[in-house]
């Protein structure tokens, strides 16, 4: 784990405010818990303060330090069902239906951070993935200039079996469905800048494909290829191949009988698979067969950070997903 260590000296310099929804969910309140005793972020939980109370003691916690957000009770609402009319006016959003839907701890959570009373939000636990990118979208938009937001995956390779002991990214493997040549840029795009933050180490991108430098010939080759130069017009300096199969992608001895002007030469971290169907289906096995660490899904591409939880998620998986989005908002600060 030593580039979530990395990762969490350095988040702890600055701990942002991140705010959860489901805080009432033993993994949830465990890993605020951790989270705000560690230093890696000032915690605010969100939901029924006597149902949070119980879980807390239910785990022998003592949250005295933790900030409690009742919707039914906080002293915020009135200026958060405000902003959300105005978010939303042009949807139909009065005042009335305002008030009913920050009685949904995901929402009241998502003006908290829309509101800047926290810096980032983390659920998913609970709400399904749907649900957690509604709301981030509708409420927190894309930031400036983004077109798409898109989510990855950092995999951890750590295990003694691992042929390289790094963290790489995989995108998008969450949200983007049939990603065209544009958006599958605006993907790898997204993905690059999550990479300088999260892997400490200048990115070397792989486009996969079922291809590997035009050794076939098919429309979905062609998007990609095509989506490669899109990136490399954006960032001219960056290491990118253009379609190649994963063991030239991830092997420098297969890069290079397979791929003589390779820009990576088979020590690529970011790769960006071409649909969400191939990127969903690769992250799992590599979890679940390969022993890789995933965390995530978590998205990229929005003005301020709100992350997703998978519904199996442990208090480990929460812990990091918090450190990473605490992360994030720092990065905003200072940007």
Do not use: W
């Not at 990395?6 to 805080?23: F, G």
């Not at 008030?99 to 399904?128: I, K, R, W």
């Not at 979890?287 to 998978?310: F, H, M, W, Y």
């Amino acid at each position: 784990m030593q580039l979530l260590d990395q990762l969490i000296d350095l988040v702890k310099k600055s701990p942002a405010r991140i705010v959860v929804c489901e805080a009432d969910d033993a993994r949830i309140l465990a890993a605020a818990h951790l989270a705000n005793q560690q230093g890696i972020a000032k915690m605010i939980l969100v939901g029924d303060t006597s149902r949070i109370q119980e879980t807390a003691r239910r785990l022998q916690l003592d949250i005295h330090d933790l900030s409690i957000e009742d919707p039914a009770l906080s002293e915020k609402r009135p200026e958060l069902a405000r902003a959300l009319v105005k978010r939303r006016a042009s949807k139909g959003m009065n005042e009335e239906k305002a008030q009913a839907a920050l009685n949904d701890p995901l929402c009241f959570a998502t003006m908290l951070v829309h509101c800047e009373y926290a810096d980032g939000s983390v659920a998913g636990a609970v709400y399904s993935t749907a649900d957690v990118v509604r709301s981030a979208l509708q409420l927190i938009g894309k930031a400036p200039g983004v077109t798409l937001v898109s989510s990855f995956f950092l995999m951890l390779l750590n295990k003694e079996h691992h042929p390289i002991q790094k963290g790489i990214i995989f995108s998008d493997c969450g949200l983007v469905v049939d990603p065209s040549e544009e958006e599958l840029a605006a993907i790898a795009i997204a993905a690059v800048q999550s990479a300088r933050l999260l892997l400490q180490t200048e990115p070397r991108v792989a486009m996969l494909s079922f291809s590997t430098s035009n050794s076939a010939t098919h429309p979905a080759v062609t998007k990609v290829v095509r989506a490669a130069q899109r990136v490399k017009a954006a960032i001219p300096t960056l290491a990118i191949d253009e379609d190649v199969q994963f063991d030239a992608a991830i092997i420098p001895e297969i890069a290079a009988r397979k791929l003589k002007n390779s820009a990576v030469n088979g020590l690529a971290n970011v790769f960006i698979f071409p649909n969400l169907e191939a990127g969903n289906i690769g992250y799992k096995i590599a979890e679940r067969l390969g022993g890789v660490t995933a965390i995530g899904p978590l998205l990229q591409g929005l003005d301020k950070p709100a992350n997703d939880l998978s519904r199996g998620c442990s208090t480990e998986d929460v812990f990091y997903v918090i450190a990473i989005t605490s992360l994030q908002a720092q990065t905003r600060h200072r940007s």
